[in-house]
């Protein structure tokens, strides 16, 4: 069974930068892939990036396109969502989710999810 556990977020101000975790503990296995969604109060989660495992390649959905990077570190199991010039939009509880997803922007498809960690963005 996979567990996850993200830390990394907090306040800070607009045009920050931020770097989220996902600490991944247990057995991967075959198409494992990880998300980051976001979700603001009341609305409904928003697909932020994606890595697939098997072949290392990353995924982005438009609130961090060419201002985020999802990433990974093999040797400590964790992945990573590097976030730039950050606006007062962008606050959201950040979750982070583990499945194998034939779709990686559909929050459905993944079956394991993190508490989440909050990221607010003053203006």
Partial sequence: QVTLVESGGGLVQA??????????SGRT???FATGWF?????????FVAALRWNFNSPFYGSPLIGRGDIFRDSTKNT??????SL??????LYYCAAGAPDRVTDPDEY????????????S
């Fill in 15 to 24: 045009g920050a930068s931020l770097r989220l975790s996902c600490a991944v």
């Fill in 29 to 31: 296995f075959e198409h």
């Fill in 38 to 46: 976001l979700q603001a109060p009341g609305k409904e989660r928003e």
């Fill in 79 to 84: 992945v990573y969502l590097q976030m730039g």
């Fill in 87 to 92: 606006k007062p939009e962008d606050t959201a």
């Fill in 111 to 122: 079956s394991t999810w993190g508490q989440g960690t909050q990221v607010t963005v003053s």
